[in-house]
């Protein structure tokens, strides 16, 4: 019995020994608040202060903050014992308002291997300026962007879209519009802008007026003053949809029905060069006539033939696709979007693959 005590106490003691013989990283602290600063002051940092509290030297292995806002620096030489290193965090409060907390993981060849050490604080933002609300500029017109986006529209609605602008200069702005399709109307609100004062670019689209299916882009260019002036491009992007919201449950009942014998095709392996073809095989199985509205492909290497306007309850026709592999080299998708006049399913997406080898 007490050969057996001696023994155990031994193996703690060998134990005990040999955990104080590992390296020890020991921190003065490990969170640090940096309370309230100032987004306009710039990056702040703290240097965290340990201690080698083991018999070895120890190494810092790792040092890997939880984002990109925070870096790091530390001592990347061994620690011996009892001697001191530091990890210097450093904080970006750039675009980053209000409270924030970041941890910085630290890896260690002691025990234990992993510290984690915070950083905290508030971030007051800097005042905006009118670069930061209007970033773009026409003359001295700033522009809160140059887009109009109309997305989802249907060809039934009339919709608007506002683009906030700010006349910068001494004197007063008055902005007109070229190359204006007749589908949508672009004017300055108010019509004459005093020097600092803030209005809109109202554009509205009439989508009865709009003759296309599907999403497409439109250029327009500003007149400041009558005057063309660099940079002055507005984009117009825009989805239409055609409206079934007025049709009857008997009209929906009697409409056609567009019906795909695969809307997926993989050719398989095809050499470099090889122009690819396939035709999707489609049948109308409602009770009125099928419109293809429109056949639109992804990219200019893919061609599309559309059927005849109207296909009439029960026939069938197809979409010619084909692809020209020529510059093109491992895994390809191409992409066809179909658009007709079947309310259950007025958008059909189309995808014809291959593999290209040298």
Same mark, same amino acid.
């Given at each position: 019995?007490?050969?057996?005590?001696?023994?155990?106490?031994?193996?703690?003691?060998?134990?005990?020994?040999?955990?104080?013989?590992?390296?020890?990283?020991?921190?003065?602290?490990?969170?640090?608040?940096?309370?309230?600063?100032?987004?306009?002051?710039?990056?702040?940092?703290?240097?965290?202060?340990?201690?080698?509290?083991?018999?070895?030297?120890?190494?810092?292995?790792?040092?890997?903050?939880?984002?990109?806002?925070? @870096?790091?620096?530390?001592?990347? *030489?061994?620690? %011996?014992? $009892? +001697? &001191? !290193?530091?990890?210097? =965090?450093?904080? /970006?409060? #750039?675009?980053?308002?209000?409270?924030?907390?970041?941890?910085?993981?630290?890896?260690?060849?002691?025990?234990?291997?992993?510290?984690?050490?915070?950083?905290?604080?508030?971030?007051?933002?800097?005042?905006?300026?009118?670069?930061?609300?209007?970033?773009?500029?026409?003359?001295?017109?700033?522009?809160?962007?140059?887009?109009?986006?109309?997305?989802?529209?249907?060809?039934?609605?009339?919709?608007?879209?506002?683009?906030?602008?700010?006349?910068?200069?001494?004197?007063?702005?008055?902005?007109?519009?070229?190359?204006?399709?007749?589908?949508? @109307?672009?004017?300055?609100?108010? *019509?004459?802008? %005093?020097? $600092? +004062? &803030? !209005?809109?670019?109202? =554009?509205?689209? /009439?989508? #009865?007026?709009?003759?296309?299916?599907?999403?497409?882009?439109?250029?327009?260019?500003?007149?400041?003053?009558?005057?063309?002036?660099?940079?002055?491009?507005?984009?117009?992007?825009?989805?239409?949809?055609?409206?079934?919201?007025?049709?009857?449950?008997?009209?929906?009942?009697?409409?056609?029905?567009?019906?795909?014998?695969?809307?997926?095709?993989?050719?398989?392996?095809?050499?470099?060069?090889?122009?690819?073809?396939?035709?999707?095989?489609?049948?109308?199985?409602?009770?009125?006539?099928?419109?293809?509205?429109?056949?639109?492909?992804?990219?200019?290497?893919?061609?599309?033939?559309?059927?005849?306007?109207?296909? &009439?309850?029960?026939?069938?026709?197809?979409?010619?696709?084909?692809?020209?592999?020529?510059?093109?080299?491992?895994?390809?998708?191409?992409?066809?979007?179909?658009?007709?006049?079947?309310?259950?399913?007025?958008?059909?997406?189309?995808?014809?693959?291959?593999?290209?080898?040298?």
């Amino acid at each position: 019995m007490k050969t057996l005590l001696t023994t155990t106490l031994l193996v703690i003691t060998f134990a005990l020994q040999a955990q104080t013989a590992s390296p020890r990283i020991v921190f003065d602290k490990t969170a640090h608040d940096f309370g309230t600063i100032n987004e306009a002051d710039g990056k702040v940092s703290y240097r965290f202060s340990f201690t080698n509290a083991g018999a070895q030297p120890l190494v810092i292995t790792r040092v890997q903050p939880t984002c990109g806002c925070t @870096t790091s620096n530390y001592t990347k *030489e061994p620690v %011996q014992t $009892n +001697q &001191k !290193g530091f990890i210097e =965090a450093v904080f /970006d409060p #750039s675009n980053r308002p209000g409270p924030f907390s970041k941890s910085i993981m630290v890896s260690t060849n002691g025990d234990p291997a992993t510290v984690t050490i915070t950083i905290h604080g508030n971030v007051v933002p800097k005042p905006r300026s009118i670069e930061d609300d209007y970033p773009l500029q026409i003359g001295d017109l700033r522009l809160q962007n140059t887009q109009f986006s109309f997305f989802n529209i249907t060809n039934a609605e009339v919709v608007s879209r506002e683009i906030a602008i700010i006349n910068i200069g001494k004197e007063p702005i008055s902005v007109k519009v070229k190359d204006l399709p007749a589908w949508i @109307t672009i004017v300055q609100v108010p *019509e004459v802008l %005093q020097p $600092n +004062q &803030k !209005g809109v670019l109202r =554009a509205t689209m /009439d989508g #009865s007026k709009v003759n296309d299916f599907g999403f497409f882009t439109h250029r327009v260019y500003l007149l400041i003053n009558n005057k063309e002036e660099r940079n002055n491009m507005i984009s117009i992007s825009a989805t239409i949809k055609e409206d079934f919201s007025k049709l009857t449950p008997e009209e929906r009942a009697n409409a056609p029905k567009i019906t795909f014998n695969k809307t997926e095709f993989d050719v398989g392996q095809v050499k470099a060069g090889e122009v690819v073809k396939y035709d999707f095989v489609f049948k109308n199985e409602g009770k009125s006539p099928l419109i293809i509205r429109k056949v639109r492909t992804g990219c200019g290497c893919t061609a599309s033939t559309p059927p005849a306007d109207k296909i &009439k309850p029960g026939e069938t026709s197809s979409i010619k696709v084909t692809f020209n592999t020529h510059g093109r080299k491992g895994r390809q998708a191409q992409y066809i979007d179909v658009y007709c006049n079947d309310p259950a399913s007025s958008e059909v997406k189309l995808k014809l693959s291959c593999t290209v080898v040298e």
